[in-house]
């Protein structure tokens, strides 16, 4: 720990590659009191502050992931900008467990797209009553009393179709002010990572200086919008040592691997949740020498990312939802008895999904680190290409029901969020299913 500056977090470059300055590396994220977390890896995604269908024992007991990301919008319950339990630290709200990280962003990772801009002082969240407008001091604030291991700083992000000119200098301007703004005011022991905007990096270029050689003393760690920008950030040795997250969504295990490759150390992964809303248990993995069962068939001559498990042809099958894997649910339970609670909407379906699906990840991320260490990481991601498909399995079914992370950006930006008259038409148009 980084005791000298009294950091509450430090980060330790253990390994990486020397002929590039982004490079795959492995690191060791400490964070005063929680479980060393060691990189490459990701932090679980929240809704409402829980891991979709994961109660707090169920996560304490079989979900291992090194932090989770919790969006403030999430748990912002009045128009005064207050949280339900302005007394409790955001890990006691939301009961994360003692050796897991806390990961505080303004906004939902994917983000709904709002009907309202941002302005100079606030932008606008989709919070439990609506759409309102939070300020950088409000947001500052906030994160003072919740006290998260690690903040994002507020960033002008649009979300939908891309910005103009004048909007791009808009974005870089209020996002640099909001930081220095957020520099200044945090907390003592407050870890920062200055957010990276979606931009090239010509556009932010004043902007990624400012990071680069005024802020990176001062801050913990940088957030990416948008991946392939670290490339362009100037390398300095304040900006090279620190821990890099990405927000940009990875698509698929192939994806994370190309992202892995330029240098990115964290990862948040909504595919997870998505492949479990589905009914899919994921079957990749980077060991590269998979067994397979003959229910496993090749598309294109590539191995599948996932597996349907409401398909017919595992109700009488007794294997493990994925052949060796260890953890909780096909340890204990077998295909068909999944099959059985997903076709009968049983919520204990999408749990044991849930618990399978985080550890197919924590393995996938666990192989990476050591394939780094041996030296034949861009080898096996080779490998991986040729042997697994590229994309996710298609949604063959709907989610069980309506989740607040199962909005999409064109459900909310075109009708009023609240209105019942306009509730029935809109999940029926996108979804066509019953809302909690």
Avoid at 333 to 346: D, F, G, M, P
Wanted: with cysteine.
């Amino acid at each position: 720990m980084d005791s000298e500056n009294g950091k509450n977090l430090s980060f330790e470059i253990l390994c990486e590659d020397y002929t590039t300055t982004y490079g795959p590396r492995l690191g060791k994220l400490s964070i005063r009191g929680r479980r060393p977390i060691e990189t490459p890896n990701f932090f679980g995604i929240t809704s409402r502050g829980v891991i979709p269908h994961i109660t707090p024992d169920v996560m304490a007991s079989h979900i291992q992931v090194g932090g989770v990301h919790i969006a403030l919008e999430d748990i912002i319950r009045r128009e005064d900008l207050s949280t339900s339990n302005e007394d409790s630290s955001l890990h006691e709200f939301a009961a994360v467990p003692r050796r897991a990280a806390t990961l505080l962003a303004p906004r939902r990772t994917p983000a709904v797209l709002t009907p309202n801009g941002n302005s100079n002082s606030s932008i606008t969240i989709f919070a439990l009553n609506g759409f309102q407008e939070i300020s950088n001091k409000n947001y500052i604030s906030l994160t003072h009393k919740l006290s998260p291991d690690i903040a994002i700083a507020m960033a002008d992000v649009p979300y939908g179709s891309g910005p103009g000119v004048k909007r791009v200098a808009k974005m870089v301007r209020r996002t640099q002010a909001w930081l220095s703004e957020t520099i200044h005011e945090k907390a003592e022991n407050q870890a920062i990572f200055a957010p990276i905007l979606p931009l090239q990096a010509s556009e932010q270029s004043e902007y990624l200086e400012y990071v680069s050689n005024h802020a990176s003393d001062k801050i913990d760690g940088l957030a990416l919008y948008r991946s392939n920008v670290l490339q362009d950030i100037p390398a300095t040795i304040s900006t090279l040592r620190l821990p890099r997250l990405t927000l940009d969504e990875p698509s698929s295990p192939l994806d994370i691997l190309r992202k892995i490759t330029i240098g990115i150390d964290i990862f948040t992964v909504p595919f997870i949740s998505n492949a479990t809303d589905a009914g899919f248990a994921l079957t990749f993995s980077f060991h590269l020498s998979p067994q397979f069962d003959g229910d496993v068939t090749k598309k294109n001559g590539k191995l599948p990312l996932g597996t349907d498990m409401c398909e017919s042809v595992h109700s009488r099958s007794l294997i493990p939802l994925s052949d060796g894997c260890d953890c909780y649910t096909c340890s204990h339970h077998h295909r068909a008895y999944v099959q059985h609670l997903l076709c009968a909407k049983e919520m204990l379906g999408w749990v044991l999904l849930q618990v399978h699906n985080h550890h197919i990840l924590f393995e996938f991320f666990r192989s990476v680190r050591k394939s780094i260490s041996s030296g034949c990481f861009l080898e096996n991601c080779e490998k991986f290409a040729e042997l697994y498909s590229d994309l996710m399995p298609e949604k063959t079914r709907k989610p069980i029901r309506i989740k607040g992370y199962h909005y999409k950006k064109e459900d909310l930006s075109r009708e009023k969020v609240g209105s019942e008259s306009c509730e029935s038409t809109r999940l029926d148009k996108y979804l066509g299913l019953q809302v909690d």
